[in-house]
């Protein structure tokens, strides 16, 4: 069964950092596009960042751009998203998506997609 579990979310105060984690399991997804997504309340779900297999191709969304670094390690099966300087108006659910195409991520229709972590950041 394949599944991405993602965690590290929480409450942090505006101005803090956070470090999501986005581990699979279930197969190897080192040749598979990687990403992240959130969804705040009433909003529909936007792109956050992206990255290829091999992790040297990245994408961010204008509102992640010099605050977030995504990475991977392919030995564990594990992507992150390090978030910094947060805003209450990065307040959602995040999830990670993987697939084969990093195309695919980036349009936001992944073939996996984890359960979500929350992050609440208070002003």
């Known amino acids: 069964q394949v599944q991405l579990v993602e965690s590290g979310g929480g409450l942090v105060q505006a101005g803090g950092s956070l470090r999501l984690s986005c581990a699979a399991s279930g197969r190897t997804f080192s040749t598979y596009a990687m990403g992240w997504f959130r969804q705040a309340p009433g909003k529909e779900r936007e792109f956050v960042a992206s990255?290829?297999?091999?992790?040297?191709?990245?994408y961010y969304a204008d509102s992640a751009k010099g605050r977030c670094t995504i990475s991977r390690d392919i030995a564990k099966n594990t992507v992150y998203l390090q978030m910094n300087s947060l805003k209450p108006e990065d307040t959602a659910v995040y999830y990670c998506?993987?697939?084969?195409?990093?195309?695919?991520?980036?349009?936001?229709?992944?073939?996996?997609w984890g359960q979500g972590t929350q992050v609440t950041v208070s002003s």
């Open positions: 998506a993987a697939d084969p195409l990093h195309y695919t991520i980036r349009i936001g229709r992944g073939q996996y």
């Open positions: 990255a290829d297999w091999s992790g040297g191709t990245t």
